[in-house]
């Protein structure tokens, strides 16, 4: 066997991340704005970006002994905070700093120190209809004859931001829409347009966005759980259009919690019995999330790693059992401070029960904001190297990530970190780590 780590292989081709970066945002809401104040704040040294791998992360190249740990804005190229440029549509009047006011993750002082910033920015008319997002009434929308020229709209709104940036990515920061089945006109790009055309059901806003953004040939994130670009038709036009995609769902809270704890039950072979997870939440989310047609879409996001990492049909004396549960209850006096609770029913040696409790008291926007920068800045990065279509590596950030059809998703977050930084190390021709080390005692 082999006791050297994996050879290394030629750098890929990645074009400098010159000029500026446009994000633009689908939903400007508590996640957004919290994202764009935050950066703001930032940029201006009054905050430090918390959370963040792209600012704060490191990642070792070569052996152990090399101690050679360059962060990982300094090894990759990424676009720099100074040069984002950020737009975005939303059904509500009003700019961004009324917006993060109505969110109210972030304080009044804080935002006041940024105001001239935020108040300059204008969400742009929106493509709602409100049989996707029940509990929301749109105050500013676009009208059009059909889908087709909803889509188009905000294609033209795309070509005026990128005659400001130089390069540009699109994201659904956006309610969770109704939940949604694959049909007919998911299938190829031929039927996705002339569904658009023919209004089908089956597209929603969300979709009209991403198809937009890569008929631009524009990088799209899905961080909400809708169907969105988790379907062929626009996987295809991805690929077409060379502009990569990831989602689905950014993975904050209770998920994360959940792709951490399962792999230790699993390492050790402690069977779980239960898991009963609620929350209380009081943000605009959680309003529309009360609505069960949306619960069901975040429902499905949020059951379905369980069963990947227990793996119950290879253990089913340990995992072929387990009720698992999942509750969001709105709750408006915590807004943006959800709280989360967990009780999970474990079983060790003999069959012997034990309990573990979790209340974790978060902030659902600051855990999210950080996410959304580093999504964005690695699908630039992504992009200039010339990559396309589903970008799994980016699984790490997101509950229900998507994967090439017919392969299950790597939900345990520190393997999906490994292959966050293994992509990285093979876009830099750097030796992969694959954590064997027998090189270290030869
Ligand atoms: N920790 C987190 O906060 C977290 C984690 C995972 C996923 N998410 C998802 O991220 C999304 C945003 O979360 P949030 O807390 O910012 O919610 P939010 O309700 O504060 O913001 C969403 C915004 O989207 C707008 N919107 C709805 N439909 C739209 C459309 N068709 N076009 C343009 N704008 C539209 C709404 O008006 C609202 O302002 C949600 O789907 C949420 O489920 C959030």
């Not at 104040?37 to 704060?56: D, F, N, Y």
């Not at 690695?378 to 994967?403: C, H, N, V």
């Amino acid at each position: 066997m082999s006791s050297q780590p994996a050879a290394s292989q030629n750098a890929a081709t990645i074009q400098p991340a010159k000029g500026k970066l446009g994000i633009m945002t689908a939903g400007m809401g508590a996640v957004c704005t919290t994202l764009i104040a935050g950066v703001e704040a930032v940029r201006r040294g009054i905050a430090k970006p918390i959370g963040s791998l792209t600012q704060m992360g490191t990642i070792r190249l070569g052996k152990r002994t090399e101690n050679n740990t360059p962060l990982i804005k300094d090894f990759v190229p990424l676009a720099s905070l100074d040069d984002l440029v950020f737009t975005g549509w939303d059904i509500f009047g009003g700019n961004l700093y009324e917006a993060a006011r109505t969110a109210q993750v972030l304080d009044r002082d804080q935002l006041d120190q940024i105001r001239p910033y935020l108040e300059s920015i204008e969400p742009l008319p929106a493509v709602f209809d409100q049989h996707y997002v029940k509990r929301l009434t749109a105050k500013k929308a676009k009208t059009g004859k059909n889908k087709c020229d909803l889509a188009s709209q905000i294609r033209n709104d795309i070509a005026e931001f990128k005659s400001k940036t130089d390069r540009q990515v699109l994201i659904w920061t956006g309610s969770t829409e109704i939940f949604m089945e694959e049909t007919a006109v998911h299938q190829s790009i031929e039927a996705f347009e002339r569904g658009l055309t023919e209004n089908d059901p089956g597209i929603a806003p969300s979709q009209m966005y991403a198809w937009a953004a890569l008929k631009e040939g524009i990088p799209f994130i899905n961080g909400a759980p809708n169907l969105t670009v988790d379907i062929p038709a626009l996987n295809e036009l991805s690929r077409k259009m060379n502009a990569p995609i990831c989602g689905k769902d950014f993975k904050t809270g209770q998920t994360m919690i959940k792709s951490v704890l399962a792999p230790m039950f699993k390492t050790r072979m402690l069977g779980v019995s239960g898991w009963y997870s609620t929350n209380i939440l009081g943000n605009r989310d959680g309003e529309v999330l009360d609505d069960p047609e949306s619960f069901k879409t975040k429902e499905e996001s949020k059951l379905g790693l369980l069963d990947i990492i227990l793996q119950p049909e290879l253990y089913p004396v340990l995992y072929k059992d387990i009720y698992h549960k999942v509750r969001i209850n709105y709750y408006p006096p915590r807004g943006d401070n959800k709280e989360g609770w967990d009780n999970i029913d474990i079983f060790g040696w003999l069959g012997y029960p034990m309990q573990i409790k979790i209340d974790f008291l978060c902030r659902d926007s600051i855990l999210a904001a950080p996410i959304v920068l580093d999504l964005a800045l690695f699908l630039d990065l992504a992009q200039r190297a010339g990559m396309k279509g589903i970008q799994e590596w980016l699984s790490f950030y997101f509950k229900s990530p998507q994967t090439a059809p017919g392969l299950y998703p790597e939900h345990d977050v520190f393997i999906q970190l490994m292959k966050l930084k293994n992509t990285l190390r093979y876009l830099r021709g750097e030796d992969l780590i694959t954590h064997l080390g027998l090189e270290y005692y030869d």
